[in-house]
């Protein structure tokens, strides 16, 4: 193949937040598959928080990104080439394909999608970030029709599909975002009962208003000071789903606290649990299909927010640090003419 496999390479190891120096653009030539491989096209790259904690040396759920690795991130494309059974030219496949136009990797890294719906939709709420919230909430949280519950960074991709589960569960929605704008939105837009500026100098009392007799479930994204600022508006029994620390993943050293929770647990006999949304791969289907069918019945809305360009990836994960996006955010780095529909 003559054509050329764009490339953006992880160089060094940020210090603090990401800039976009630490990504080096290369091009090489694009490579082809080996027995059991599969070549794709990359057509959306996922940006996520955790590409940040992927940096560190240590390792998360996976191994770290390497300098002199293609910058990890999970993404969705077309099948180019086949040497893998089951697979053909033209299948959608979503899975660790990196920043770059061409991946050759072994087939069974990749999970094969359904054509039906579009990739947008494939790699947003009926992908990992619909799942984190379908299962943060219904298998950790285990909401409850008439429950109150606290969603923090609430207007990205988990919290709006967070928020907007929790409301079709029948349960009183307050979410947390930075900005008037965007907490107008989760009213406006999507559902939400009450949000909550956490960037206004109010912002305690205001969370306390809108809290009213309590929380039963907090589903934690961010840690650190939002995470105080909730803790002494838990119900005795409350539950607090830990499903990322956004306000850590930028640090060296880990932060202290959330000051206050030791007492708290002991004293409101909280339940704190922490999950990983692969550790649900067994019943993803069943979760899709749910996810499908709310959208299709008009009871989810799924926003995504898609930024065009191979070129515009750094500066659009140093944005998701900056609060730039209002649901999902993704980088178009191909587009394709093939069969996937909307929604
Ligand atoms: N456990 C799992 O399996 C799993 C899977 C996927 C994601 N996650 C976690 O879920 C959380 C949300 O992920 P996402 O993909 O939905 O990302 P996201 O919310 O779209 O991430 C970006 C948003 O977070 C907010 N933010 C950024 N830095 C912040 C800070 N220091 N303090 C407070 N808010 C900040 C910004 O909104 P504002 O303008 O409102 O500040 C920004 O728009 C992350 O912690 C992620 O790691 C967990």
């Keep these: 193949m003559s054509e050329k496999n764009r490339q953006w390479i992880f160089l060094k ?70 040497r893998a059974d089951g697979y053909e030219a033209g299948d959608i496949v979503e899975g660790m394909l990196g920043w770059q136009d061409y991946a050759v990797l072994p087939a069974s890294t990749v999970r094969k999608r359904n054509p039906r719906h579009s990739l947008e939709h494939l790699l947003g709420v009926l992908g990992i970030t619909g799942l984190t919230a379908y299962y943060g909430l219904l298998e950790v949280g285990r909401i409850v029709a008439g429950e109150t519950v606290v969603i923090s960074a609430a207007a990205g991709a ?6 907007q589960i929790a409301k079709l569960k029948g349960c009183r929605v307050i979410g947390i975002a930075g900005g008037a704008r965007k907490c107008a939105w989760l009213t406006e837009e999507l559902g939400f009962d009450v949000a909550v500026d956490y960037k206004s100098p109010g912002f305690k009392s ?29 119900n005795t029994y409350g539950r607090i789903v830990a499903c990322g620390t956004l306000t850590n993943y930028n640090d060296a050293e880990p ?27 067994a019943t993803w289907d069943k979760a899709e299909a749910d996810l499908a069918s709310w959208i299709e019945a008009g009871l989810l809305k799924p926003p995504v927010d898609v930024r065009e360009g191979f070129e515009t990836l750094p500066g659009n994960l140093v944005g998701l640090f900056n609060g730039t996006n209002k649901g999902k955010l993704m980088v178009r780095i191909n587009s394709s003419s093939g069969p996937a529909q909307q929604g």
């Excluded at 040396?57 to 099948?79: E, L, N, Q």
């Excluded at 988990?158 to 928020?163: E, F, N």
Aim: with cysteine; net charge negative.
């Design 13 to 82: 190891r940020p210090h603090g937040l990401v800039t976009e120096d630490i990504f080096e653009r290369r091009e090489e030539p694009v490579g082809e598959p080996g027995e059991g491989e599969i070549l794709v096209k990359v057509e959306f790259a996922s940006l996520d928080p955790a590409n940040r904690a992927w940096m560190e040396p240590v390792p998360t759920y996976k191994p770290p990104v390497m300098p002199g690795d293609v910058m990890h991130s999970f993404a969705i494309g077309r099948v180019v080439r086949s």
């Design 158 to 163: 988990v919290g709006t599909i967070a928020g």
């Design 206 to 234: 205001e969370l306390a208003k809108a809290v009213g007799s309590g929380v039963h479930v907090y589903f934690d994204n961010v840690g650190g000071e939002i995470f105080e600022a909730v803790i002494p508006h838990l």
């Design 255 to 281: 932060q202290p606290g959330p000051r206050g929770l030791q007492v708290a647990c002991v004293v409101k006999r909280l339940r704190m649990e922490g999950f990983i949304v692969l550790d649900f791969a």
